[in-house]
C-alpha cells in the first residue's frame, strides 16, 4: 500500500528517513507541514494510486471533503516528525485516527492496554484475605490506604472519604487525635454507614477502637498496651487489623493478637523518615506470618521533595519487599495528588512482574520531565531582530482590565461584573474574543499568558497569582 506523507520543509529529512524502505512518497507542501492545505493535499492524491495519507497531527484543517472526492483515507499522524517512524512501524497492525494525533492515540491505547491488563491480572490474583471486597496480600495488587487525619474535625467527612476512594485509594483511613472522645468516633463513622468501600481506624485508644467496631473494617494500630483489652471485641467483630512493634517487638504482638481470636492480620514494621532510620528500618520487613504494611506516606510528609518521584520509588520499594497494603496522606499542600500518584505507582508494580524493571509499561508516573526528548530541526530565517526590555508604561485596554483567578478547578476570567469560565485556556480566551472583550493586541497576548498560567496551575495542584511567576 502506497502511501502519501506530506510534509513541511523543515521536518523533510527526518520524514525521509522514517519513511526509508517503505512505499511512501515524502512531499514538500510548504515550509511548516501544519499549514497543509486541503486543496493541495487532493491535488497530490490524484497523481497517484494511495492507499492512504498519514499528514501531520499539528493539522487542524477538515480533509473530510478530500477524502470523499479521492476515495483515499487520510488519517492525521504524529504532532512531532521525529515520532513518525515509531508510527509507520506499527503499521498495517494499528488504525490510526482522523481527529486524534497519532501519538495520542497511541498513548492512549497504551493505557487502556495497561490497566485492562491491572484488572486481568487482579481477577487470576490469590490473597491472604478480602475487606469489603478488597483482595489483601498473595499476588494481589497492592492496596492504597489513604489517611484522613483528625476525622472528628473534618465537617463534609463523607465529601472527604468519597473523594478519596475516587482518586486511587482502595482502603480510608479515618485517624483521631488524642482530644477524640468515643462518641467522636462513633458519629463519624455513623455518617459513613453506607459508604462501600473499606474504612479503618488509625488510634491506639482502646475505647476509641471499641467505638468504632459496628463499622470499621480495619483497625489501625494495635500492639501489647491495648491486645489485652480490646482484641477479642475486635476479633468477634470480625475485622481485620494492622499489628505493630510496641515494646515487645512485632512478632510477639502479632502471635497475641491471633491467640485474641483476630484472623485478618497485617504487620506494620513501622518506617521512619528519611535520615532517622529509614534504610534500616528495611531489614525489618521480612519474617513475618503476615501480609505487610508499608507506611511510606511518613516518609513523603516529611522530606521537602516532590511526591510524585518519592511515592513511585517507595511503591517499587514495597513492591520487592511483598507489601500487600501501602499507606499514603494529603496532610500538606507538597503532597496533594499522593494517593493518585500512588495508585498508579501500584499499578505499575504490577504491569512490572514480568519485566527486569518498570518501564515501558504504558502507564507512568511522568509529569515535568519527559521520556525522551524530540528533536525538532530549529527554524530558518535570514534575519534576527533581539528582543529587547518591553516597554514599562503599559496602555490600558478601553474595554476593561480581567481580574483571573481559578474557583473549583476551572479557570475564571472576570470582567465587568461578567466571568468567563473553563478548564481549558483556550476555551476562555476563544469566549473572550467571540464577546469582544478585548480590543488591544498586547491585551490579548498578556491574557494568553495569564489564561495559559492558570490552566497550568490546575493541571499540575499548584496556586496561581495573576502577574506572578508560575
Known sequence: MRILLPTGMATRAVVEEAA???DARVVVTGEIASFLK?????????????????VSGMCVASFRGVEEATGVPIFLGPRHAADLRDILALLP????????????????????????RVAAAEAASDFSFIIKGVRIGGTSRMKVLAEILDAHRVPDIRERVEDCFARGADIVDLGFSFD????????????????????SLDSQDPALIEAALGRADIILS??????????????????????????????????AARDAGIECLLADPVLPPAGSGLVAALRQFSGYDAPLFFGAGNVVELMDADSIGQNALLAAMAAELGAAVIFTGEHSDKTRGSVA????????????????????????????KEKRRRREPPPEYSEAVLAGPAPREVQYDPRGNFRIGIEGGEIVAAIHGRAYRGTSWVDVFSAILAGRDVSLLDH??????????????????RSFEQDGPF
Open 341 to 368: 500518584e500512588m495508585k498508579r505507582a501500584t499499578e505499575m508494580m504490577v504491569l512490572s512482574r514480568d519485566r527486569p524493571y518498570p518501564k515501558d509499561l504504558g502507564i507512568d508516573l511522568l509529569v515535568i
Open 180 to 199: 477524640a472522645a468515643p462518641g467522636d468516633v462513633a458519629s463519624v463513622f455513623s455518617r459513613l454507614e453506607s459508604i462501600d468501600g473499606p474504612l
Open 38 to 54: 486541503p486543496e493541495q493535499l487532493q491535488e497530490l492524491l490524484l497523481q497517484d494510486n494511495y492507499g492512504m495519507a498519514i
Open 93 to 116: 497492525g494499528v488504525t490510526l485516527s482522523r481527529t486524534t494525533p497519532a501519538d495520542d492515540l497511541l498513548a492512549k491505547r497504551g493505557r487502556e492496554e495497561a490497566r485492562s
Open 444 to 461: 490579548a497576548a498578556y491574557l494568553g499568558k495569564e489564561l495559559y498560567k492558570a490552566e497550568l496551575a490546575i493541571r499540575f495542584g
Open 222 to 255: 494495635l500492639q501489647e498496651a491495648n491486645i489485652p483489652l480490646v482484641g477479642k471485641a475486635v476479633a468477634d467483630a470480625g475485622i481485620a487489623a494492622v499489628v505493630v512493634p510496641g515494646e515487645r517487638g512485632l512478632s510477639a504482638n502479632l502471635a
Open 20 to 22: 526509508r524502505g517503505l
